[in-house]
């Protein structure tokens, strides 16, 4: 047996909501049929309303100066950079002129990527034959 009274071998019972019928979607319930009653249904009739008073608690929407946890989060993340950023961590002046040179090494290698990544990407120019003269003059001055 199942929690609904259906035996687990009977697939007809499974989903059965009128007392000893089979289940047919299509049939339309008649007056003064027994419909078995969920605990929610039940529930609904009773129209229970618990007997407490208000709580004093508000939303933090209705009180000033709530507690935000993504202000808090983000306030705490700007503060470690902030340190981060005027704060040696005990290591010596050389390291950090080498971090800083290897840093500016680094953005170079990605600029040399990107440049050969554009000019693969740009149409090749077609050279223009010999035999066209040039529009404008060539002006050559000797200094």
């Not at 009773?46 to 608690?57: A, D, G, I, Q, T």
Request: include cysteine; proline fraction near 6%; charge should be negative.
């Amino acid at each position: 047996m199942r929690g609904n009274g259906a035996r687990h071998d009977d697939p007809d019972n499974r989903f059965d909501r009128r007392a000893g019928e089979t289940f047919d979607r299509l049939d339309d319930e008649e007056e003064g049929e027994q419909i078995r009653e969920s605990a929610r249904q039940r529930a609904r009739r009773r129209r229970y309303r618990p007997k407490y008073s208000k709580p004093r608690r508000r939303p933090a929407a209705e009180r000033e100066g709530a507690f935000n946890a993504l202000v808090w989060i983000l306030d705490g993340v700007t503060g470690l950079l902030e340190e981060l950023q005027h704060n040696d961590l005990g290591l010596p002046e050389e390291f950090w002129v080498h971090a800083y040179a290897a840093r500016r090494e680094g953005l170079l290698a990605l600029r040399a990527i990107l440049d050969a990544c554009i000019d693969e990407d740009a149409p090749p120019t077609e050279a223009s034959p010999s035999s066209e003269r040039p529009k404008r003059g060539g002006i050559n001055i000797d200094f």
